[in-house]
């Protein structure tokens, strides 16, 4: 007999979320993805000046701050036709890199690893043998006997305290968990480690930035980040050398823990392989561009149908018509007035709350389409587009971590595992691989121009009577972001944000076709009603920042969530 189960609130994400799912003979038959609060900065910035929009557009979440700053001006620039000066692309270029290396690694230590770690089970480990089986992985310099004997005095002390702090109210001891318990004391030693390296990622993106989270060293036209090698006070040799040590320390983790980590919860999960590829569809953006007018990147992007990687048709710029043409927003399902599916140009953000109607409107989340179709973005849309298109640092940490995943699970993986709810985890730790070296290029690249004698940093924008319309695209760690702009007379006429969590988690469309997280639900197993671990398992995948999505409390004051089953 079936069985409806709602986890209200979705935790150790950003925002509000509530899945409801239908559960029949231990398998999620369908699934309802709802946003539980209203995003309403597009009607905050209407009537203000398109440069102070980012600054705005930051705070649409704590944690995807420069992501919206980089798209915002990218679409004034874009509405514009403004070029941007190289020095300036290559500082967007390395704060966006680490923005997104400190945001893949908080994603799978703090947000998710939990859903496969049971670290009450890493009481039991020998830490001789748990330092055997990371040495296997890797030479970090952290897996040693003695650490990992530290860490297990310390997960003892906070169990004999009762207080377990963040690894309180997990499922431990649930009968999904799989992992040895050496395996769980190594991945509790480098979820400990992991909170140094991810404050060096946010202390590298705030000496470029000036502050983290919310920089503040953007602007239209290119960044307000002086440089000059003779000056205590800007951007000289002595910062570009810091913020260089502090990336080769996050490449070194990355590549060394956080990347052999997730090929380890890969391989002893290979069942879940089979598990969460919902949507087939992918879309990715290109960035890091090369040049000034956005034309050449150093990280590809474009469209996947149907999970064939054949069908790949490659984004070309930030002008491209191919994106401009094609993305629509549906609210058939969504607490908006009205019935439409309009481009991001055309749409309006007036809210219309309703009750949860599974068969109506259930969401504040509104629900994209490329061409009519729903597609998956975030880390694996972002690997399997550069995959694709046989970009050279994608394929290198693909093929080799598919290898490693093989060994070590003692069947034969390929691509087509990544369609899966660990192939998402594995494409982010290759996606960080893959920002981790680009960093380092773009620093090199910057550190070049400057030795050239160039300083310029800035093009002066203006605004001209009339309407412009534009849009601005970022590869985010979630997945492709966009922000569209139209000015009327220098001022902000309309505003609309297109978020990879609103793809992501978008409900229904007016045909009734599932988004990306409804449709991954389908076929997962779930153990027991009472502790959907499997069904978190799935959403955290995806690193959802509903806050992105959705922002706002009912005005009215009403109860908009209640826990039921977590």
């Known amino acids: 007999m079936a069985q409806r189960i709602t986890v209200d609130p979705i935790t150790r994400i950003e925002g509000h979320l509530r899945i409801d799912a239908e559960v029949d003979g231990g398998k999620i038959k369908e699934a309802w993805s709802s946003g539980q609060m209203w995003r309403g900065i597009e009607v905050i910035l209407q009537g203000r000046d398109p440069r102070d929009a980012w ?13 919206h700053a980089i ?12 070029e941007i000066p190289i020095n300036a692309q290559y500082i967007r270029n390395m704060i966006l890199a680490i923005h997104a290396l400190h945001d ?13 770690v049971d670290v009450v089970s890493a009481m039991k480990a020998d830490p001789k043998k748990t330092a055997s089986l990371a040495e296997s992985l890797s030479d970090w310099h952290g897996n040693s006997p003695e650490r990992f004997k530290a860490v297990q005095d310390k997960i003892k002390a906070l169990v004999d305290s009762g207080q ?3 690894f309180a109210n997990g499922y431990w001891g649930h009968p999904a968990m799989q992992l040895p318990p050496e395996a769980n004391l190594m991945a509790v030693s480098h979820y400990l480690e992991a909170l140094d390296y991810q404050r060096k990622a946010d202390s590298a993106c705030a000496i470029l930035g000036g502050k ?9 036209g290119g960044v307000t980040t002086a440089i000059n090698p003779d000056n205590e006070t800007t951007l000289n040799m002595d910062r570009l050398y810091w913020v260089k040590q502090l990336v080769e320390d996050v490449r070194g983790f990355v590549k060394q823990v956080y990347l052999p980590d997730v090929i380890a919860v890969g391989a002893l999960y ?3 392989l089979q598990y969460g ?3 087939t569809n992918y879309l990715a953006v290109p960035d890091m561009p090369l040049d000034a007018r956005g034309e050449r990147f150093d990280l590809p992007g474009g469209t996947i149908l149907y999970g064939d990687l054949g069908t790949i048709k490659p984004f070309t710029s930030f002008k491209d018509p191919y994106f401009r043409d094609s993305i629509a927003e549906s609210i058939a399902h969504s607490w908006y007035d009205g019935n439409w599916t309009r481009s991001p140009f055309e749409e309006d953000t007036v809210p219309k709350y309703t009750d949860f109607d599974p068969t109506g409107k259930y969401s504040w989340v509104k629900a994209p389409r490329f061409q009519g179709r729903p597609m998956q973005v975030g880390p694996l849309a972002q690997v399997l587009a550069g995959y694709a298109q046989n970009h050279e640092p994608t394929k290198k940490y693909v093929d080799e971590t598919l290898g490693r995943v093989s060994t070590l699970a003692g069947v034969q993986v390929g691509p087509q595992a990544l369609h899966s709810t ?6 982010r730790a290759i996606r960080a691989a893959v920002l981790s070296d680009l960093a380092i290029k773009h620093w090199e690249l910057l550190v070049d121009n400057i030795g050239r004698g160039d300083f310029a940093i800035f093009n002066q924008p203006s605004f001209p009577k009339g309407e412009q319309r534009g849009f601005g695209f970022h590869e985010a760690p979630r997945g492709t972001l966009s922000h569209w702009i139209v000015i009327q007379d220098g001022k902000i006429k309309n505003y609309q944000c297109v978020v990879p969590s609103t793809w992501n988690a978008g409900p229904r469309d007016e045909k009734g076709e599932p988004g990306p997280y409804e449709a991954s639900l389908a076929g997962n197993p779930v153990a027991d009603p009472e502790k959907p671990l499997e069904l978190l398992r799935t959403i955290h995948s995806f690193d959802p920042c509903i806050a992105c999505a959705i922002h706002m409390l009912n005005p009215d004051g009403q109860e908009m969530s209640r826990i039921r089953v977590i």
Do not use: M
Request: aromatic share 8%; net charge positive.
């Open 270 to 272: 290979k069942d879940w």
């Open 277 to 279: 590829a919902g949507v």
């Open 164 to 166: 377990l702090g963040p």
């Open 55 to 67: 600054i705005f557009t930051q705070r649409i979440c704590g944690v995807c701050t420069t992501v």
């Open 422 to 427: 660990p192939g998402r985890h594995l494409a």
């Open 212 to 220: 983290n989270p919310h920089i503040q060293n953007l602007s239209v």
């Open 104 to 116: 893949h690694i908080v994603h799978f230590y703090v947000l998710s690893a939990l859903d496969w």
């Open 71 to 82: 798209a915002s001006v990218r679409a004034v620039e874009n509405a514009l036709g403004l």
